[in-house]
């Protein structure tokens, strides 16, 4: 039986963060490979209700604006801007992400003259370690 409370995803007992899909998501997402990052997050999208959904809904869209930026050579933030709707709408650190963190390294990697190097923007944990541990 299907399951959610704030910060769990909708199987019982687990969190948005400890699914498979998730954390290859995250590394995805670190290693620069956004378009696959999108990809991995939207599975589990498809089930996250409330924060949970729009936590992930937050991070495809991220990631969307830097494959957008980085692939297409698009300086339109559209994605961001949509983004940082979700993004508003959750504390600064949700299910053990430092949103506050990505948010900032996003934008930074957006409006940098050239392509980030990978690790970077990436998900942390608060306090800066990353993320998953």
């Known amino acids: 039986m299907a399951c959610h409370v704030r910060g769990r995803a909708s199987l019982p007992g687990m969190t948005v963060t400890e699914s498979g899909d998730f954390r290859r998501g995250a590394a995805l997402f670190a290693r620069g490979e956004w378009w696959e990052a999108h990809e991995a997050?939207?599975?589990?999208?498809?089930?996250a209700r409330g924060d949970d959904r729009a936590f992930l809904q937050a991070l495809i869209l991220l990631a969307a604006a830097l494959h957008?930026?980085?692939?297409?050579?698009?300086?339109?933030?559209?994605?961001?801007d949509k983004a940082v709707r979700y993004l508003d709408a959750l504390p600064a650190e949700y299910a053990g992400v430092d949103l506050?963190?990505?948010?900032?390294?996003?934008?930074?990697?957006?409006?940098?003259?050239?392509?980030?190097?990978?690790?970077?923007?990436?998900?942390?944990?608060?306090?800066?370690?990353?993320?998953?541990?």
């Open 100 to 133: 506050a963190r990505l948010r900032a390294d996003v934008w930074d990697a957006l409006r940098a003259p050239a392509r980030p190097e990978a690790g970077h923007p990436a998900l942390h944990a608060p306090g800066g370690g990353p993320f998953p541990a």
């Open 68 to 80: 957008k930026r980085w692939a297409h050579g698009s300086l339109t933030h559209r994605n961001y």
């Open 41 to 47: 997050w939207e599975r589990p999208w498809l089930t």
